[in-house]
C-alpha cells in the first residue's frame, strides 16, 4: 500500500515539475522590444523640471518600466549654475553620470571631483553625494540603478509652483527613498 501512494505521489509531482520548468511565475514588466528616443525629447513626451530644488531639465531616455525598474537612464540639461541638488544619500541605488557639455564639482562621500565633458563618474549607494553646476550651462547622462523611486520624484519636483520649505524636502527625498543629510554645494 506504501509503495503504491509513493508511485502516485511521483506521477503527480511530474506534471508540477514540468510547468515550474516551463514557466516563469515572475511577472516582468520589462519591455520585450527595441526602442529610440530622439535628442530633445523624452521617452513618453515629457520634459522634468526640477522646480525648487534647481532649474534643470530632465528627460527619461529608458524608464524603469522598460526594464523591470533594473534601471532608470535620463538626460539632465543643466540650466542653474552655480547651482544644484543637496548633499544626500540613495539607501538602496547606485548613481552614474557622463558629462556631455559643462563643468561640474561633485562631492563623493569626502571627496571633491572637477568633471567636464567626457568625465563619468560612479556614486555607490549608501554614500553621500551632491553636485554643482560650474558653467552656464551644462548637459549629463544620469543613471540610477535601480530605478527606484526616481520617475517619481522628478514628476514631483516638476508640479511644484513654488519653492519648497525645508520640512517639504526632506519629505519628499524620504518618499522617494532618499535621505537629505547636508547643504547644496559652493561653487568657489
Avoid at 44 to 57: A, D, P
Avoid at 66 to 90: I, M, R, S, W, Y
Avoid at 99 to 112: H, I, K
Wanted: glycine residues 8%.
Amino acid at each position: 500500500m506504501k509503495r503504491r501512494k509513493l508511485i502516485i505521489a511521483l506521477l503527480a509531482s511530474i506534471p508540477l515539475t514540468l510547468i515550474a520548468k516551463t514557466t516563469n511565475w515572475k511577472f516582468d514588466i520589462r519591455t520585450n522590444k527595441g526602442f529610440k528616443v530622439n535628442s530633445g525629447e523624452g521617452r513618453f513626451g515629457e520634459h522634468y523640471k526640477m522646480k525648487g530644488i534647481t532649474l534643470n531639465v530632465l528627460d527619461i531616455k529608458i524608464s524603469g518600466s522598460d526594464t523591470d525598474n533594473d534601471l532608470a537612464v535620463f538626460e539632465q540639461n543643466g540650466l542653474t549654475p552655480k547651482g544644484g541638488p543637496p548633499l544626500h544619500v540613495h539607501p538602496f541605488q547606485d548613481e552614474w553620470f557622463y558629462v556631455v557639455e559643462g563643468e561640474y564639482l561633485f562631492q563623493v562621500g569626502d571627496e571633491n571631483y572637477e568633471m567636464k565633458a567626457g568625465d563619468t563618474i560612479f556614486l555607490p549607494r549608501n554614500v553621500q553625494h551632491a553636485f554643482v553646476q560650474l558653467t552656464e550651462k551644462g548637459k549629463m547622462i544620469v543613471s540610477y540603478l535601480p530605478a527606484g523611486k526616481m520617475e517619481a520624484f522628478f514628476k514631483v519636483t516638476d508640479q511644484w509652483t513654488s519653492p519648497p520649505t525645508k520640512e517639504e524636502l526632506i519629505k519628499v527625498f524620504e518618499d522617494h527613498d532618499m535621505i537629505l543629510v547636508g547643504p547644496p554645494l559652493k561653487a568657489d
